[in-house]
T-cell receptor, first 111, second 116 residues
Framework: GDSVTQMEGPVTLSEEAFLTINCTYTATGYPSLFWYVQYPGEGLQLLLKATKADDKGSNKGFEATYRKETTSFHLEKGSVQVSDSAVYFCALSRIGNQFYFGTGTSLTVIP | DAGVIQSPRHEVTEMGQEVTLRCKPISGHDYLFWYRQTMMRGLELLIYFNNNVPIDDSGMPEDRFSAKMPNASFSTLKIQPSEPRDSAVYFC??????????????FGSGTRLTVV
């Protein structure tokens, strides 16, 4: 069945460090891929998405590229800020199906 | 647009009591989803609706849980009787179209339920 696997957390980085959160997926067909972010006490917010192979989603300095050959959608940011501290969820969906979320990766950025 | 609106934000109730959580989706969104989030189990899909009709309720944990969507602008999730293990954050989300065509979900802020 469809599933998403993302790297275990928590992740702690210093401000301005480079961030990578790995995400791989298993799905038949051609899923759409998403990254969601959850700030403390809030619901999940769509951060970025990609709907076909080789697409790059980007938002707020975050990027992720849909790699069909490696079934991956890793999240990256070149220079993190304290305000990026949150939990990040990778997700996939296919036509007619609901979303499949990863378990979430907690990121803490220290000044 | 006000987004997906959930109420209440926090609910504390005693074991055995009935609890009703409410959700107002974004106008024009055809899909509505109820999720539960706990530290142990992460995000779990409980049920989802398309055009007010329940499509998949296989995630509803047991008969104590029920969900309705009487019209396009309102849904409820009811737990009767509530138990301490139901303590979690319950999220409602809506989507404008088929979930596989890249629309993404819009989530509400959640209801934090504590059953004592």
């Amino acid at each position: 069945g469809d599933s998403v696997t993302q790297m275990e957390g928590p992740v702690t980085l210093s401000e301005e460090a480079f961030l990578t959160i790995n995400c791989t997926y298993t799905a038949t067909g051609y899923p759409s891929l998403f990254w969601y972010v959850q700030y403390p006490g809030e619901g999940l917010q769509l951060l970025l998405k990609a709907t076909k192979a080789d697409d790059k989603g980007s938002n707020k300095g975050f990027e992720a590229t849909y790699r069909k050959e490696t079934t991956s959608f890793h999240l990256e940011k070149g220079s993190v800020q304290v305000s990026d501290s949150a939990v990040y969820f990778c997700a996939l969906s296919r036509i007619g199906n609901q979303f499949y979320f990863g378990t979430g990766t907690s990121l803490t950025v220290i000044p | 647009d006000a987004g997906v609106i959930q109420s209440p934000r926090h609910e504390v109730t005693e074991m055995g009591q009935e609890v009703t959580l409410r959700c107002k989706p974004i106008s024009g969104h055809d899909y509505l989803f109820w999720y539960r989030q706990t530290m142990m189990r992460g995000l779990e899909l409980l049920i989802y609706f398309n055009n007010n009709v329940p499509i998949d309720d296989s995630g509803m944990p047991e008969d104590r849980f029920s969900a309705k969507m009487p019209n396009a602008s309102f849904s409820t999730l009811k737990i009767q009787p509530s138990e301490p293990r139901d303590s979690a954050v319950y999220f409602c989300a809506s989507s404008p179209g088929g979930t596989g065509i890249g629309y993404g979900y819009t989530f509400g802020s959640g209801t934090r339920l504590t059953v004592v």
